[in-house]
């Protein structure tokens, strides 16, 4: 256990940083499954659409260093990329 005031507030600090991160990495994943849905089923109109939200999502994140930018932009495009193929 810390003994100093600091490390106990650096403690709190990353619990609540780690409980975000993990909201924010679930709320993406859940939005490229449903992403990956509307490919699926072929409604390449409303997957358009939603791809702009879901493109905010990793904007969002790569901003709060939830993850990193790069791999925002990778998965960005190949997103990008799946639904022209599916056009």
């Known amino acids: ?8 507030k650096r403690i709190r600090v990353d619990k609540k940083k780690h409980l975000r991160n993990l909201k924010v990495k679930s709320e993406l994943k859940k939005a490229i499954k449903k992403f990956q849905n509307l490919i699926v089923s072929k409604n390449i109109a409303e997957a358009k659409t939603f791809l702009k939200k879901v493109f905010s999502l990793f904007d969002k994140a ?4 939830v993850i990193h ?3 925002a932009s990778r998965k960005k495009s190949r997103l990008s990329k799946r639904l022209l193929k599916a056009t």
């Open 1 to 8: 256990m810390p003994r100093r005031k600091a490390a106990l």
């Open 62 to 65: 790569a901003k709060k260093r």
């Open 69 to 71: 930018p790069n791999t």
